[in-house]
């Protein structure tokens, strides 16, 4: 069996090298890079129960190591998801995680019941996307109250017999509160961390650089935040499947993500820029677990050991 | 195959990511640099359309993590092709220091190019800055392939060094028209002033016309404002924030009238017809 083939709780992936929501559209376009038959699996757009449109320009901007969207969940919608863009991803063969959100506790509960209704078998999870504004309760976000996402998890989890794994947004106190608030509820596992709000200014415009004036941080810039996290829910929850994301770009970025705990990780921004990351990133990971004597995946999984204590301080050195 | 034909095929060609490196950089006036790109394989870059863009992005590590976009300039051969470009921040920075022999990625050809003429049709075209790139290609191969009298640049910029490579224009037989701000070079004012006239004469000779434009925003709105008010059909290649160049991100929307609100400026563009972009 090759080295790279892991669980995510139910489901066999052949690497756990997969890719972001938002960061590889519906894969089409990914054809003219890569093998796409060569990932893990891959995330799509994030899907709503009608077709969304999307946020006013400037929607994007560069920051150190990162960059601020807000693209505005932007998607096709799950009726031109299912007929559209969901045969194609199939005939793929890789494990498809479709991403979805709605906008108050029904349409999340409906966009899960209609993707469920029209996957036949050909959707392996539905990754919940709880970072987005509640609009009845005043637009604050569903990932950021523990009871409110238990109780979202729970209604979506019994809406549909497919996997359903929360993608959990890094812009709370404690993740592994919220963490263990959508395990109970019978999620198969989490996705973290989704983007960090941010913001950046042009001064000599003074205004905002993109036109919601505050956006997600993703890249490179969000990793440690994004691993601290990866580490504290595993640590708290170990038996938690865990799919890591932020700023990977690297397999041995990859490697840090599954030392703290990921079970796979996904990898977003670096599609941008290198669309055919992917299979660089899983091509180093699979060398680097050889050069360091992992058997497979899920040896190197959790396998961070703490720094060694600094022996007792003494007054005198036994050493004079 | 007809060169009209050719160069302006309508199907789609597959872009590829692949390694380039510097050939030559070369300095121009106003700020402008050169960038001559040498491909060690053969790519896909022979078949880009005058319109098309590449991004292109140095070794630079976690930093500046994005492709830059750039307009094809020329392409010589499927392995030697040229940009133009201006230092607008950091990444472009980097590129004006490039020397020879610096690795780039490269990923491309890119988005839509400008539309084919129809019949014999005079093309004025309307350049300003870094607008310029999209058009001398047109304007080259217009040339080539023996048309060159269905084509006007006019090409306009602050002042006289910033206007770049226009012996390759004159050399090519196409009508050069230059407008500088402050009058060091061609005529005073901006260059619509001069695109006005030879619109009017061309209407009232009864000549089909249309108009192609490439440039900064400003230019773009005014050369629109004319195309609707005259009824001349517009072509404008417009510029916007993007991230990936391909259509995934969705960072490069374009307001539009129709349908939908918006467009991508990577893959529906960067060439639009000027009735359908929303400015107000
Ligand atoms: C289709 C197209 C064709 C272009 N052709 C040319 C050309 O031929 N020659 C040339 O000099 N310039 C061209 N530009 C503009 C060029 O892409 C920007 O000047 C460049 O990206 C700025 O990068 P920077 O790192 O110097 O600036 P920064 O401000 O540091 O860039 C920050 C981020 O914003 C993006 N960005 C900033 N300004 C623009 C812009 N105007 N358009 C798109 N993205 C931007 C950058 O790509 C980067 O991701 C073109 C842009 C587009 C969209
Ligand atoms: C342009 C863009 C669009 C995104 N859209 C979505 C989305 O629709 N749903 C979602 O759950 N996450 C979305 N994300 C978040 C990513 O899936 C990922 O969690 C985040 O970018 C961190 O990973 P990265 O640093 O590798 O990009 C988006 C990110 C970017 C940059
Ligand atoms: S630049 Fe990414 S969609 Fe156009």
Known sequence: ?????????????QSPILTASGCFAYAQQFEQFLDLKRLGGLSTKGISPLPRRGNPVPRIYETASGMLNSIGLENVGVEAF????????????????VNFFGTDFETYVQCARELSEGSAGRIDVLEMNISCPNIKKGGIEFGTVPEVAHKLTRAVTEATDIPVVVKLTPNVADIVGMAQAVAE?????????????????????????????????????????ALRMVHQVHRALPELPICGMGGIISGEDALEFIMAGATCVQLGTINFSE??????????????????GFENVAAARGCLESLDPEPPHQEESPWR | MDLWARLWQSRPVPA???????????????????????APVSTPIAETRAGQFVMLRGEWGRDLLNGRAFSVLDVRD??????????????????SEAEAGTPLTCTGPLGTGFPEPEGDELSLLVAGGVGLPPLHLYARRAAEAGAAKDVVLFYGGRSEADIVLTEAIESAGVE???????????????????????????????????????????????????????GVPAHLCLEEQMGCGFGVCLGCAVPVYGELPYKYCCTDGPVFDAREVRWS
């Open chain 1, 82 to 97: 299912l007929s559209e863009k969901l045969p194609f991803l199939a005939s793929l063969g890789v494990s498809i995680w």
């Open chain 2, 78 to 95: 499927d392995r030697h092709f040229s940009v133009l470009a201006k230092v607008f921040g950091r990444g472009t920075a980097l590129l």
């Open chain 1, 275 to 292: 669309p055919s990351a992917s299979v660089r990133v899983t091509e180093e990971l699979d060398a680097l677990l050889d050069e360091l």
């Open chain 2, 16 to 38: 590829a990511q692949f390694r380039v490196i510097v050939e030559r950089n070369t300095a121009l006036t106003g700020g402008y640099f050169q960038l001559d790109l040498e």
């Open chain 2, 176 to 230: 050069l028209v230059v407008a500088t701000e402050d009058g060091s070079r061609g005529h005073k004012g901006f260059v619509t002033v001069p695109l006005l006239e030879r619109l009017r004469a061309a209407k009232a000779e009864g000549r089909a016309l249309r108009m192609l434009s490439c440039g900064p925003t400003p230019m773009l709105q005014a050369v629109r404002k004319l195309a609707l008010e005259l």
């Open chain 1, 1 to 13: 069996m090759s080295r790279l083939a892991c669980d995510f709780g139910p489901l066999s992936l």
């Open chain 1, 185 to 225: 509820a019978g999620a198969a596992g989490v996705s973290l961390i989704n983007t960090i709000t941010g913001m950046a200014i042009d001064v000599r415009k003074r205004r905002p650089r993109i036109a919601t004036t505050y956006g997600g941080l993703s890249g490179p810039a969000i990793k440690p935040v």
